[in-house]
């Protein structure tokens, strides 16, 4: 990857900087780069958060909670459930295009979800690099200041074709309630193609809530661990945008 | 049931309506429709020249229940349909006619009202070995299909069968059952999907093509709009217990007494395309869920294999297992937090690991 930092490159130049406080005690100098840009923090979060409801509401939709008693009309349970999740799916749905829409604008990191350089053996290397890293079979991680290969890997089928997949059959079955009239039918109609039964549409929006949950565990037990073993700020980057390299 | 051409001016006669009554009638509709003064000529010449659309029935691979729940309809009733409105010179199952005799209309018709009659096809052709396991008239029914579709103006596929295959489709599909659509590909069909449809949708959309002339307007899976946009689910009686979560939890317990939503226990209401909830059955008297039983999604395209009717997610037949997208997604699920769990153990040891490595060398 172009963004691999080589040892004694630029970014690491600014080491030696070192101030001294009246009392003695040394400030150490860190390389820092902005990374995500405040559109790529905003999206990142809002649809976190979306992805949270919609894994919760969605389990609930498919599995309801037991009975409430009373008459129906005091209750509106499934009701609520249903508007929760609905919503959260078009925040999402807003937020992920919006994200996409940032990539034609932003920086070169916001592109990288949203490909994978097939063509380029380098990064194939770097990939494999990268799996020996966390097979522990490479005892120094290489370091980047985006995504590293294989979590752009990760990211880019993990994260942005199952959110896309989630959004479309969502939509589609939402259009099952709000009619073949409606927008959501003309624009997604078009999965009752592929699967006529549209119970086979929600059984795949289930299994795709379960890769999605797979991802998000994936997703922060690797930026946790590498922000303690790679030496650099991964979480802490996705509130204030930058990177710092502890080494 | 002859083919001969027929008007409707002639059933009117037959039925011993005088030509006074008739000019009458005409005027009368005329009148009340808030036409022109020559309106009332013009219905009535129509009426004296407009033939009664020729209808083919024809039976594949099905059970009859189709031609059960079509003679049972009430509005309209079928003698009406059958005897007034469309004039049906072929059904195998219900015509006088027999053998060689029976057989011989179909040729007729096809010379007689090329393009202009309407193929109703109940049940499907078996593919399987030349379509030897559906023998009809001494041919494979795929035949027969194949050649009064050649001259038809529309097919009707009457229920599942001649829709989506049906339980002669099912898994394994030995016979290699496949539905209408599949075979033939040049001419307008319309999807009446039900075990069976309800009665009155297919006298319906019958009435609807001998009145308008045309066919109705289709959605994207063939169905006629107006009867298959909806489902069940979203004008069932019962879905405001749905919005208010309160669901039957078995067969026998409080809630099924006191009619909550039949969700948890199978219904497959909120994915099934059909009138059941609005049109009900047996001249509206009920329905499935009206009965206290889920509906099971008759008029879905293999809804036989999509696991058992009291279950509510789809059971996933893959790799010799057999659960439900949850149960997969939390047994993987569990795999990968399993899976984290012990990287990040192992990550521990080796920092320590590394971390004393170090000391050493720094010391």
Redesign the interface.
């Known amino acids: 990857m172009m963004d691999a930092i080589a040892p004694g490159s630029d970014v690491r130049s600014d080491l030696s900087a070192i101030a001294a406080d009246a009392s003695g005690e040394r400030a150490v100098g860190r390389p820092t780069v902005y990374v995500y840009e405040a559109p790529v923090r905003i999206c990142h979060w809002v649809n976190a958060f979306s992805i949270l409801v919609l894994m919760v509401t969605g389990y609930f939709i498919g599995s309801p909670l037991p009975t409430v008693a009373g008459e129906a009309s005091d209750n509106f349970v499934m009701g609520y459930i249903r508007f929760a999740h609905f919503a959260a799916g078009q925040v999402l749905a807003v937020f992920f295009l919006t994200r996409f829409l940032w990539a034609f604008v932003g920086n070169h990191h916001s592109r990288q979800i949203f490909y994978i350089p097939v063509h380029r053996k380098q990064f194939w290397k770097e990939v494999l690099h990268e799996i020996r890293w966390y097979a522990f079979l490479e005892r120094k991680p290489k370091m980047y200041v985006g995504h590293n290969p294989l979590s752009q890997t990760a990211m880019f089928t993990g994260f942005t074709l199952f959110v896309a997949f989630m959004i479309v059959t969502g939509f589609a079955l939402y259009s099952e309630g709000t009619g073949i009239d409606s927008w959501q039918h003309k624009l997604f109609g078009w999965v009752f193609a592929i699967w006529p039964n549209s119970q086979d549409v929600h059984t795949w929006h289930h299994l795709g809530m379960w890769a999605l949950v797979m991802f998000v565990m994936v997703h922060i037990y690797a930026a946790v661990r590498e922000d303690i073993m790679s030496r650099q700020s991964i979480v802490s980057s996705m509130i204030s945008g930058e990177r710092q390299f502890r080494d | 049931m002859g083919a001969a051409t027929e008007t409707f001016y002639s059933v009117i006669r037959r039925q011993g309506i005088t030509r006074r009554s008739f000019h009458k009638f005409c005027s009368l509709t005329a009148t009340s429709l808030g036409l022109g003064p020559l309106a009332a000529s013009r219905i009535a010449n129509a009426l004296e020249t407009k033939p009664r659309v020729p209808v083919i029935w024809m039976h594949g691979l099905e059970c009859t229940c189709c031609s059960e729940s079509f003679i049972r309809s009430a509005h309209p009733l079928v003698k009406d349909a059958v005897l007034s409105m469309i004039s049906l010179d072929y059904d195998d199952t219900i015509m006088a006619a027999a053998g060689h005799q029976a057989e011989a209309i179909l040729g007729e018709t096809r010379v007689k009202h090329k393009g202009q009659y309407i193929l109703a096809v109940e049940g499907n052709p078996p593919l399987n070995e030349g379509g030897m396991f559906c023998i009809d008239g001494g041919k494979p029914f795929v035949e027969k299909l194949k050649m009064m579709a050649e001259d038809a103006m529309a097919i009707i596929a009457w229920g599942a069968c001649a829709s989506?295959g049906c339980v002669q489709a099912a898994k394994p599909n030995p016979t290699q059952a496949t539905p209408i659509d599949k075979v033939i590909t040049n001419k307008p069909i319309i999807k009446v999907p039900g075990c069976p449809p309800i009665a009155e949708v297919m006298t319906g959309v019958v009435t609807f093509i001998t009145t308008f002339g045309k066919l109705p307007e289709l959605?994207?899976?063939g169905r006629p709009?107006m009867f298959y946009?909806?489902?069940i689910h979203?004008k069932c009686y019962r879905r405001?217990?749905?919005?208010?979560?309160?669901?039957v939890?078995q067969w026998d317990d409080e809630?099924a007494r006191k009619g909550?939503c039949l969700?948890?226990m199978g219904c497959?209401g909120?994915?099934t395309y059909n009138a059941c909830s609005t049109v009900r059955w047996n001249g509206g008297v009920s329905f499935p869920i009206q009965s206290g039983h889920g509906c099971i999604?008759c008029s879905?395209?293999?809804?036989w294999d999509?696991g058992s009717f009291y279950d509510?997610?789809?059971n996933?037949k893959q790799f010799g297992i057999e659960k439900?997208?949850?149960q997969?997604?939390?047994a993987?699920?569990g795999v990968?937090?399993a899976a984290?769990a012990a990287?990040?153990a192992?990550?521990a040891v080796?920092?320590l690991a590394?971390k004393r490595e170090d000391a050493d060398h720094n010391s």
């Open positions: 989506w959605d994207r899976q709009k946009s909806q489902r979203d405001p217990h749905f919005d208010a979560g309160q669901f939890e809630a909550y969700y948890k497959k909120p994915t999604g879905e395209d293999g809804f999509k509510r997610l789809t996933i439900n997208a949850d997969i997604g939390m993987a699920a990968v937090g984290v990287h990040a192992v990550t080796k920092r590394s």
